[in-house]
């Protein structure tokens, strides 16, 4: 059982906009909590971090945010390619970090 | 090009020991710490830990405590994993990762290709 709790599925048609929560008490205690998106059999590659800030080069279309103890990403303008499996993450102190069970993003 | 480059795929039996590395290449190798992330197949990743890679003190996650060793060869960039006796339950992908430009923001975005274990009798 993972720290933080993620729906399994989402699904959204291309262009749409579809929203992924993430939801543990760590998320409410520190601004800590990035996104990862894995295709299968690939590293995950980080998306978000700091609840809202994007490492260069990833689109505009993802955006996190949050709201006490649950965050969200989202992901505008749905392209074939962002179907993949997205895991939330955040700072747990003491050095210790957690992720999410991950949400199968399938786009119809 | 920076790059962290894993060993490859291990099959092992229950009770034998495990070394998986991770060659870092195209930035300083001690500016930045080293973490370990495993990803049972199917699950979400799990932090293992994480070590300093300028004096190599390491700092493990609770549930894997005891039963795991990081290190380093500082003069080769490259970070060790260590399982001395492996059960079925260590089967896994285990990952490499660093923050670079990200720096200090618990999160990670340089990560090494993954390395697969296998055990099983």
């Known amino acids: 059982q993972s720290a933080l709790t993620q729906p399994p599925s989402a699904s959204g048609s291309p262009g749409q906009s579809v929203t992924i929560s993430c939801t543990g008490t760590s998320v409410g205690d520190y601004n800590y909590v990035s996104w990862y998106q894995q295709h299968p059999g690939r590293a995950p590659k980080l998306m978000v971090y700091?609840?809202?800030q994007r490492p260069s080069g990833v689109p505009d279309r993802f955006s996190g945010s949050k709201s006490g103890n649950t965050a969200s990403l989202t992901v505008s303008g749905l392209q074939a390619g962002d179907e993949a499996t997205y895991y939330c993450?955040?700072?747990?102190?003491?050095?210790?970090?957690?992720f999410g069970g991950g949400t199968k993003l399938t786009v119809l | 090009q920076v790059r962290l480059v894993q060993s490859g795929s291990e099959l092992k039996k229950p009770g034998a020991s495990l070394r998986v590395s991770c060659k870092a290449s195209?930035?300083?190798?001690?500016?930045?710490?080293m973490n370990w992330v495993r990803q049972v197949p199917g699950q979400g990743p799990e932090w293992m830990g994480w070590i300093s890679t300028d004096d190599a003190r390491p700092a493990y996650a609770r549930a894997f405590s005891g039963r795991i060793v990081f290190s380093l060869d500082t003069s080769a960039s490259t970070a060790y994993l260590q399982i001395p006796s492996l059960t079925t339950e260590d089967t896994a992908v285990y990952y490499c990762?660093?923050?670079?430009?990200?720096?200090?923001?618990?999160?990670?975005?340089?990560w090494g290709q993954g390395t697969m274990v296998t055990v099983s009798s």
């Open positions: 993450s955040s700072y747990a102190g003491k050095t210790n970090i957690v």
């Open positions: 990762t660093t923050d670079m430009a990200v720096a200090g923001r618990k999160a990670f975005d340089m």
């Open positions: 195209g930035y300083i190798f001690t500016s930045y710490a």
């Open positions: 700091e609840v809202t």
